[in-house]
């Protein structure tokens, strides 16, 4: 965002800064300045001169010597030979005197420091100055059009320069007497990409009075509605279609002053029209567009999306391709503008039309944004559009250009307006709290101080209900904080003082979750597991190396839109591939008795496609080879639950079936019931899949489960007062009796007089018969009460012995 000082000055009349002032106060107050440049840079003691008198150089053909008038009388004329071909006597031209600067040459080179001018003798005729281009002052053709194409400048060639005053400041007459600043406009700031947006803020910031322009509309006593209708098909991408339609138009360059402004923010001057549209534009950050009305078939307006397929030219004479997603102007018959970007050719102005019909309308910012980069085309209208602008704006900007339209001549307005608004966007009630903005700034500003902070932004007040009226064009301010920004930006953040932080202590700890997964990785370190981290994301041949059966429901995977390469193309519903993966590369490269354990996530989708977000499930999973086996693995398990306080029934089940584990060393491991992970050895063709030689186990633990059996409340038991009983028990069983069917008959007979019991020996040999396995356990009972009696002892163990006979077991003699 561009805007010249002396523009912003029209509004606030009363603003006498520097320019460095100005951009360091503005960059304070929110409106951060860039930088700026002078137009006046490295142009000195340039006048207005006329020239009196003209004759031939008596020693070169080209070159001509003219009498300049510089001063306020024909006494004060300077003695100047030059080459031009446009000047005669009588015009009123830019002159550097001796000793003067300009920018640059005809080449467009503006050297540092520019060029100084110093009085000498071409062919021998003394030459005391020189008469500038306007290149030579440092602008271009393109933003002066009246300027010649090779030559002097010659101010008498416009009527805009009609009474200058010879020997005055041509850098003054040419309105180079200026700086341009440059924003960095934030797109939360939509006000601020306008002229009379900064000029709001750089009124508030220097505490001066904003002064708008005054704008009514002269009209004739016909009306719009019988030239013009609109209808818009969809609402939401345009809320809001403004026509009017402006009658016996008079195409032809637009004054001076304007052609000026729109030039010192690079705006190339064209017509009285098409310049009063950029100039409302910037004015009122509102982008117009004018049709002619002849081409605008049954004299109807449509705003609808355009057709996959479709083609369009616009006014660049380029042909574009469209989709469903575009928004499109339409006549009574076709497209005549892409809605926030570029009209057609086939309804352009053309010099002969005589009946304009005049747009101001609001489209969808992120639709306008969507559609500029598939048409690969970013214009100022679109650039001021994609930020979403305000709908009541552009009334507002139609009857400005209105305006400009009837005071320039350029048409006389028709009465009235086609105005499609059919929701209207109504100011924002923020409530106002004077001691919590305080609070939140560290300050102590008093109530009145920070109202009147938002009066000078044009922000109302309510008194009876405490709340601060926001107009709709400032669409940054929704709650309090928002608030305390703007009264902290124009109290000045300088004058904010450093204040500690209050509050009371507070006791952090990590959350319980944290907390589980914490005691995991404490276990698993402690005996000999080095953590590892996979991604997340693999290959869909892992289920293939894995043994997955096809219809299993591990298979159903989500598949990552923009994968790195079929070997990352979808979401992990197992770790074991990462694992496997792991051991694979510490094994080759000889890396003995590796353990390694991994906390990460697996991806669950509810349903395929994707509807919503899949379920995320943290697993603990150990791998190891070498040293230890399916019992060391088994028994590291336990000690994690133990410590996490799972210190219930844990069972096992060996029918798991679990496809990548060797099917008779492999179990589903539950807790009261509920399964909580597996473990076992890997399968043989699996280890040879991802090449481990050598046999390896695994364990896979669901975190999200053990947290919800998990607790760290354990209570303190004292030393027990009456002594133990132990009792052995020796037993002959069927090998495929597992000694947790022993163990849950223990605990089932013993009720509370059960300490403890430990599984001490088993025996596989000659002395059993075969099938058969020797299993011995030590029981100890104890009351907290009472010293126990050999009867109560014996009674427990015989209710024992009862419950092992009902499984074949029978008693070692």
Request: proline residues 4%.
């Amino acid at each position: 965002m561009k805007t010249p000082l002396s523009w912003i000055k029209e509004y606030v009349p009363d603003l006498e800064v520097t320019d460095k002032e100005y951009m360091d106060a503005m960059t304070l107050s929110g409106s951060k300045v860039e930088g700026f440049e002078r137009l006046d840079a490295n142009l000195e003691k340039i006048v207005v001169g006329k020239i009196l008198k003209i004759e031939r150089h008596p020693d070169a053909d080209k070159l001509i010597v003219c009498q300049v008038q510089v001063g306020s009388t024909a006494e004060e004329a300077v003695q100047i030979v030059t080459g031009a071909p446009n000047v005669k006597e009588g015009d009123v031209v830019p002159v550097v005197l001796d000793g003067g600067r300009v920018a640059g040459g005809h080449d467009g080179e503006k050297p540092a420091g520019g060029i100084k001018i110093k009085k000498g003798k071409l062919r021998g005729i003394e030459s005391h100055g020189m008469m500038c281009s306007i290149e030579e002052l440092g602008s271009t053709k393109e933003m002066y059009p009246d300027a010649p194409e090779s030559g002097i400048y010659i101010f008498s060639d416009n009527k805009e320069y009609d009474g200058i005053e010879i020997g005055s400041s041509a850098i003054k007459a040419l309105g180079f007497e200026d700086a341009v600043f440059e924003y960095e406009i934030t797109s939360n700031r939509v006000d601020c990409f306008s002229v009379l947006g900064i000029a709001r803020e750089a009124a508030a910031t220097f505490n001066k009075k904003y002064v708008p322009p005054v704008v009514t509309v002269k009209e004739t006593s016909e009306k719009a509605s019988d030239f013009i209708s609109v209808k818009v098909d969809d609402t939401k991408l345009c809320p809001r279609y403004i026509a009017k339609v402006i009658k016996n138009v008079k195409i032809g360059p637009s004054p001076a002053w304007m052609q000026k402004r729109l030039a010192a923010i690079g705006i190339r001057p064209i017509n009285n029209l098409v310049d009063i549209t950029n100039y409302v534009m910037e004015e009122y950050a509102q982008p117009m567009h004018a049709y002619d009305l002849e081409t605008i078939a049954k004299n109807e307006i449509v705003v609808k999306t355009a057709r996959d397929g479709e083609t369009f030219t616009t006014l660049d004479g380029i042909e574009r391709s469209l989709d469903s997603s575009i928004l499109m102007i339409h006549d009574g018959e076709k497209a005549v503008g892409i809605a926030g970007i570029m009209g057609g050719e086939n309804s352009k102005i053309k010099d002969e039309a005589t009946t304009v019909l005049l747009e101001a309308a609001c489209f969808d910012g992120t639709n306008i944004r969507i559609s500029s980069k598939k048409l690969g085309m970013r214009t100022d209208a679109s650039s001021k559009f994609e930020k979403g602008l305000d709908p009541n704006n552009a009334m507002e900007a139609m009857n400005r250009a209105c305006q400009l339209i009837t005071e320039l001549g350029a048409g006389e307005v028709v009465s009235g307006y086609v105005d499609e608004y059919p929701v209207v966007k109504k100011e924002n009630r923020v409530p106002f709290d004077a001691a919590k903005i305080n609070c939140l700034l560290g300050t102590d500003i008093e109530e009145a101080q920070m109202i009147e902070y938002f009066k000078r932004i044009d922000l109302g007040y309510d008194e009876a209900t405490k709340e601060v009226v926001v107009p709709t064009w400032r669409q940054d301010l929704y709650r309090l904080a928002d608030l305390a920004e703007e009264v902290a930006r124009f109290y000045g953040y300088a004058n904010i003082p450093s204040t500690l932080p209050t509050g009371e202590a507070t006791a952090g700890k990590l959350s319980f979750n944290l907390r589980i997964e914490n005691v995991a990785r404490n276990v698993a370190e402690q005996f000999g597991f080095n953590e590892a981290m996979t991604y997340s994301f693999e290959s869909p041949k892992v289920y293939d190396k894995l043994l997955i059966a096809k219809e299993d429901e591990l298979r159903k995977n989500i598949v990552i839109a923009n994968p790195l390469g079929e070997d990352y193309s979808i979401m992990r519903t197992t770790t074991l591939n990462g694992m496997l993966g792991s051991l694979s590369t510490n094994f080759n490269r000889r890396n003995k008795n590796v353990r390694l354990y991994e906390l990460g996530n697996v991806y669950i989708p509810k349903s395929l496609p994707l509807e919503e977000l899949p379920d995320e499930k943290t697993k603990l999973t150990l791998g190891m080879y070498g040293e230890g086996d399916f019992f060391d693995l088994k028994g590291i398990v336990e000690e994690l639950l133990e410590k996490v306080g799972m210190t219930k029934l844990i069972t096992y089940d060996p029918k798991a079936g679990i496809p990548y584990l060797h099917p008779g060393r492999q179990a589903n491991i539950y807790y009261e019931g509920t399964l909580v992970g597996y473990l076992g050895e890997v399968h043989p063709e699996v280890l040879d899949n991802y090449d481990i030689g050598d046999k390896a186990y695994v364990a896979v633990l669901d975190m999200d489960t053990i947290v919800s059996f998990a607790t760290f409340d354990v209570k303190y038991e004292g030393i027990a007062k009456y002594p133990a009983v132990t009792r052995d028990i020796s037993m002959v069983m069927s090998k495929e009796i597992m000694v947790g069917e022993v163990e849950e008959i223990i605990r089932k007979s013993s009720g509370k007089l059960l300490e403890s019991y430990h599984l001490f020996d088993i025996y596989e040999g000659t002395q059993i018969k075969e099938g058969h396995k020797s299993v011995a356990y030590s029981i100890s009972f104890r009351a907290k009460d009472r010293t126990l009696e050999d009867k109560d002892v014996t009674d427990i163990m015989t209710k024992i012995v009862n419950g092992l006979q009902k499984l074949g077991i029978e008693l070692r003699q």
